[in-house]
């Protein structure tokens, strides 16, 4: 009987430093891909205006290897979730979701700037620097009670991200995360998007 609890105790150990070594290890892996991500990114300055430092990501299409790790990267938290629908945001936010989207095996629905989708439609605002802007998804692609995940590139100043989730809480549908290629943190956008979600996954952090 002592040694079967010993076994066990044994065992129980084992369990605890593999799960430990295996967080450390996918913390290494995410720190490096972090760092290859941020050699990728370009800095042009003065874009789209003057005194602007913009984030080109373009780059990083350039490499495949590195593309598949960011999707695989996004994937792996997305499984987590119990994901039933991606949606990602006009424009850049269909360039890893879709990919996302195909691993796990659910719809990818895109939302979109108003007036470019055909079919019925249901609208979020959201504020800019000057006026207003507005999103749409078609009223049929997302069931109600679904848990979306919401994808795009950059999380900012997080306007189009929460009208994306505002416009899923109107179809009756739940936020369960949000994934973003780069996040500037200095925004703190993240403040915003944790009251739909605490699911955040930010590959790069600025």
Known sequence: MSVKKTDTVYLGLFRRFFLYFNLLGQAKKIK?????????IRDVPDFPKKGIIFKDITPIFLDASLSKAITDA??????TLNIDVVC?????????????AQALNVPFVLLRKKGK????????????EYGQAIIEAHLDDIPRGSRVLIHDDLLATVGT????AELIQKLDAKVAGFSFL???SFL????????YSSNIKSLVLY
């Not at 609208?123 to 800019?128: G, I, M, N």
């Open 32 to 40: 490096m891909l972090e760092k290859q991500i941020k050699a990728a």
């Open 74 to 79: 996004f994937v792996e938290h997305a499984r």
């Open 88 to 100: 990602g945001l006009e424009s850049r936010g269909f360039l890893f979701g879709v990919g996302i």
């Open 117 to 128: 989708l055909p079919r019925a439609t249901i609208e979020q605002s959201y504020d800019l």
């Open 161 to 164: 991200a929460v009208a994306a």
């Open 182 to 184: 780069v996040e500037l």
């Open 188 to 195: 703190k956008g993240s403040e915003k998007t944790k009251l």
